[in-house]
Every structure is written in C-alpha cells, then in structure tokens.
Nanobody
Framework: VQLQASGGGLVQAGGSLRLSCSDSRRTSSNNAMGWFRQAPGEEREFVATISWNGGSTYYSDSVKGRFTISRDKAKSTLYLQMNSLKPEDTAVYYC?????????????????WGRGTLVTVSS
C-alpha cells in the first residue's frame, strides 16, 4: 500500500473541497480506510472511516452531516467530500489504510499512512 492524498487548498468558510487518496500499488482493496486530520499545535484526530467494501461508514461528531467518505475500489482511490467548511476544519488531512477490513476510528488500527494535504478555511 502506498498512499498519496491530494485536493487540499484554500477555501472560504461555507465552501467545499474534495480530497482524494490514491493507492499507487493498488493493494488496499481489502482494507478499511480512513481520514484523519491534524491542526497546528493539536493532536491528530479521527475524521471518517469506511469499511473495505464501502458498506459501513463512520464520522466524528464534528464533521457528521457535512463530510462524506467514499471509495472507488476499481480506481483504488479514497475520497472525502467536505461541504459547509468551517475555519476549525483547517488542518493537514491524512488518509490511512487499516490493518483489517472493518472501519475504525482508532489511529492505532491503521498501518499505512499517506502524506497529508493541507486544507485552509478562511473566515
């Protein structure tokens, strides 16, 4: 598994962005996937997770109803659609592949991490 996140940028509050995470080795199809983020001076926190087949998703309370996680197994790509963005969503966003097939909010359940992509939301 080799992950690379992209799609970050600067957006005004209320705007939208879609993050992508591609697995260049195409070996994560049986792994659950997740998005985490880390704001300046803060610890990394869970954002969203999806099971290996996309049948199960789970979100942090802070993004529920605004963000949507999805995956395209044929393209070995994970997505995070972010709507109604707020300044507090500003962070570096990381995608990760879990050890197993079931979705998880615990970072210790993830063994592959991609380089992050910066999302900045201006007020």
């Amino acid at each position: 598994v080799q992950l690379q996140a992209s799609g970050g940028g600067l957006v005004q509050a209320g705007g939208s962005l879609r993050l992508s995470c591609s697995d260049s080795r195409r070996t994560s199809s049986n792994n659950a996937m997740g998005w985490f983020r880390q704001a300046p001076g803060e610890e990394r926190e869970f954002v969203a997770t999806i099971s290996w087949n996309g049948g199960s998703t789970y979100y942090s309370d802070s993004v529920k109803g605004r963000f949507t996680i999805s995956r395209d197994k044929a393209k070995s790509t994970l997505y995070l659609q972010m709507n109604s963005l707020k300044p507090e969503d500003t962070a570096v966003y990381y995608c990760a592949a879990a050890r197993g097939s079931m979705s998880s909010s615990r970072s210790r359940d993830y063994m592959y991490w991609g380089r992050g992509t910066l999302v900045t939301v201006s007020s």
